[in-house]
């Protein structure tokens, strides 16, 4: 995966969390739990996207192989600090 495609994917993913927020203010969405484990689904989604991103470009600066990094695990990226 190149890097334009991780930030397509990474504009996909917001676009959808503004979606299901909206949804969620609006009374719209599922129950609250469903809504609740799509936002987390989804920002977990969303970590792993960025996670490989930085490390890409990481790998890059210091003449390493972008294309060698891969997804990491969910629980690896999870509640990063942005």
Do not use: F
Request: proline share 4%.
């Amino acid at each position: 995966m190149d890097d334009k495609t991780i930030l397509n994917r990474i504009s996909e993913l917001v676009d959808e969390e503004h979606r299901l927020r909206g949804e969620a203010q609006a009374g719209e969405s599922g129950t609250d739990d469903d809504a609740r484990t799509q936002l987390r689904e989804l920002e977990e989604s969303l970590d792993q996207c960025w996670d490989l991103l930085r490390r890409r470009r990481a790998a890059r600066q210091t003449h390493g192989d972008p294309d060698a990094q891969g997804t990491r695990p969910k629980p690896a990226v999870e509640r990063y600090l942005q």
